[in-house]
């Protein structure tokens, strides 16, 4: 399998235009994640999927973002409009809940992709 | 909620064991912990995971004590590419009163 697979890598944009990433999960996960790590705030999470469905979206800092799953094999976040505070690293990341020893939580190893670096100016 | 403690930053000799500590003293009998890396500009990496039983895999081995509130990943011959952020986790989803899953981390230095 190539992994989770993120595009763009890189993206330079200009403030108040729309920036749309994209994420294709190792085939077969059923969880998928978006993170955003910056200096400042580290590695936090977004949004995440379960099944195509959204579960907690409460990291999403505002409106501005949104995230879809359309299908099992493809994921995207939007900004609309961007700002230049929204430049950072963006990151997603697919999981397959698999069932731990027997009365134990499951696993759920989260694999990443490489990752959008964003330039917002 | 289970929370995890590591030191900021180690520097460890090349060719020798790093030892990466991490405590975890509230987790919960059904939580594993997972280390996890980030070498710059890379996504993190997941390295290896366990529940009560030491484990080893071609990266890496994890030493749980027996009360399970503190772990070691022990790197056993360090090289320069083993430079990175190293994360200990002990919840890779998030609940309604803790939505960090990756904290600082320890940023391990290997000196040449």
């Known amino acids: 399998d190539a992994g989770v697979i993120q595009s763009p890598r890189h993206e330079v944009t200009e403030m108040g235009q729309e920036v749309t990433l994209r994420c294709k999960p190792i085939s077969g996960h059923d969880y998928l994640f978006w993170y955003r790590q910056t200096m400042m705030r580290g590695l936090e999470l977004l949004i995440y999927?379960?099944?195509?469905?959204?579960?907690?979206d409460s990291g999403m800092p505002e409106d501005r973002f949104s995230a879809k799953m359309p299908n099992a094999s493809f994921s995207t976040l939007k900004i609309q409009p961007s700002e230049p505070r929204d430049s950072a690293v963006y990151f997603c990341?697919?999981?397959?809940?698999?069932?731990?020893?027997?009365?134990?939580?499951?696993?759920?190893?989260?694999?990443f992709g490489a990752g959008t670096r964003l330039s917002v100016l | 909620d289970a929370k995890t403690t590591q030191p900021t930053s180690m520097d460890c000799a090349e060719g020798r064991a790093a030892n990466l500590p991490c405590n975890h003293s509230?987790?919960?009998?059904?939580?594993?912990v997972y280390w996890y890396r980030q070498i710059h500009s890379q996504g993190p990496q997941y390295i290896i995971h366990?529940?009560?039983n030491n484990e080893t895999n071609e990266m890496a081995s994890l030493i749980i004590t027996e009360d399970r509130k503190s772990s070691t990943l022990i790197l056993p011959h360090a090289t320069l590419r083993d430079t990175a952020v190293y994360y200990c986790i002990v919840r890779l989803l998030p609940n309604r009163d803790d939505k960090i899953i990756f904290g600082k981390g320890t940023r391990l230095h290997i000196l040449p």
């Open positions: 990341a697919s999981s397959f809940s698999a069932p731990g020893l027997a009365g134990v939580a499951t696993k759920n190893i989260q694999y």
């Open positions: 509230t987790i919960s009998g059904n939580e594993y």
């Open positions: 366990g529940l009560k």
């Open positions: 999927f379960n099944n195509n469905v959204p579960i907690d």
